[in-house]
């Protein structure tokens, strides 16, 4: 996980946690929130949301997944990716199934 603020503007991305634990501000540095992660855990994250690794520990192992196999972009809110980024944010599709429960996952009914 970096631990600078980013964001992918075109694609959601699924982050499951291995092993350890980590500090992650998710939201984007001004108004997001701080969560403790722990082996086990999934967060799914719509394309867009900042997120970063608060303390910096490098004792974890974290997975991504990114909707539809897409390679993500890396984007930190500089000006001039606002254009380009805006772009990118209104053709991503909602996901088709829920990365952890799959076809009938609650993600499908919540995220709309």
Not at 33 to 61: K, T
Request: aromatic share 8%; no cysteine.
């Amino acid at each position: 996980m970096r631990t600078y603020d980013h964001f992918h503007s075109n694609t959601h991305e699924v982050l499951g946690l291995g092993s350890g634990e980590l500090i992650l501000q998710i939201g984007g540095k001004m108004n997001g929130m701080q969560l403790m992660v722990a082996a086990g855990d999934v967060l799914v994250l719509p394309a867009g949301v900042g997120h970063f690794s608060v303390d910096n520990s490098r004792d974890y192992e974290m997975i991504g997944g990114y909707s539809f196999g897409k390679h993500w972009d890396m984007m930190t809110g500089k000006p001039e990716e606002r254009e380009h980024a805006l772009q990118n944010l209104g053709k991503v599709a909602l996901p088709v199934t829920d990365p952890v429960f799959g076809v009938n996952g609650p993600l499908l009914q919540l995220w709309k």
